[in-house]
T-cell receptor
Framework: DAKTTQPTSMDCAEGRAANLPCNHS???????VYWYRQIHSQGPQYIIH???NNETNEMASLIITEDRKSSTLILPHATLRDTAVYYC??????????????FGKGTHLIIQP | DAGVIQSPRHEVTEMGQEVTLRCKPI?????LFWYRQTMMRGLELLIY????????DSGMPEDRFSAKMPNASFSTLKIQPSEPRDSAVYFC????????????FGQGTRLTVV
């Protein structure tokens, strides 16, 4: 059962902000939203996570709606190296009985020069 | 830190042969995960260990697959006998469960069974 829904693919011009949406309408109160990305031929890479407040780090910003049913990952100034598959994952932060990550199909983000 | 180290990076073997994939987690991490990625099924969790103990192996496809973690710095995933449908990229990941860090992935092993 899919816990998140993401567009299959998106394009973004280099230098512009890339906004990647994710729907997680069945998210539970103790579940966080995690974002990972996978650049071609590499392992997945952690980007950011959050519970209900907006979060920002050196890689990206995460905007979570007030009802927590959706979120948006923002890459503020996309570069060609940001071309990757981006995965939105919901899970309890402390892991509990499900420490592993459940990956969906993700969004293939293509940064255009 | 060298990150999660997997070996070999590429493996080509004949059907029926035994294959062993290796993983060295990040020092100090006490959780280790094995994933498999194929075009058809995407990224799937096969098994994970906490403190060297297997916790959940429900993702292991069948008895031909086995995983061990003899100590905190080494794990293996063995396929015996291998079949062409086992061809995939196998990723190992580790995290510090005590400190609740995110998971760090290795570069993967691309396995081709002919």
């Amino acid at each position: 059962d899919a816990k998140t829904t993401q567009p299959t693919s998106m394009d973004c011009a280099e230098g512009r902000a890339a906004n990647l949406p994710c729907n997680h309408s069945t998210i539970s109160g103790n579940e966080y939203v995690y974002w990972y990305r996978q650049i071609h031929s590499q392992g997945p890479q952690y980007i950011i996570h959050g519970l209900k407040n907006n979060e920002t780090n050196e890689m990206a910003s995460l905007i979570i709606t007030e009802d927590r049913k959706s979120s948006t990952l923002i890459l503020p100034h996309a570069t060609l190296r940001d071309t990757a598959v981006y995965y939105c994952i919901v899970r309890p932060h402390s892991g509990g009985g499900a420490d592993g990550l459940t990956f969906g199909k993700g969004t293939h983000l293509i940064i255009q020069p | 830190d060298a990150g999660v180290i997997q070996s070999p990076r590429h493996e080509v073997t004949e059907m029926g042969q035994e294959v062993t994939l290796r993983c060295k987690p990040i020092s100090g991490h006490n959780s280790l995960f094995w994933y498999r990625q194929t075009m058809m099924r995407g990224l799937e969790l096969l098994i994970y260990f906490n403190n060297n103990v297997p916790i959940d192996d429900s993702g292991m496809p069948e008895d031909r697959f086995s995983a061990k973690m003899p100590n905190a710095s080494f794990s293996t995933l063995k396929i015996q006998p291998s079949e062409p449908r086992d061809s995939a990229v196998y990723f190992c990941a580790s995290r510090n469960r005590r400190a609740n860090t995110e998971a760090f992935f290795g570069q993967g092993t691309r396995l081709t069974v002919v």
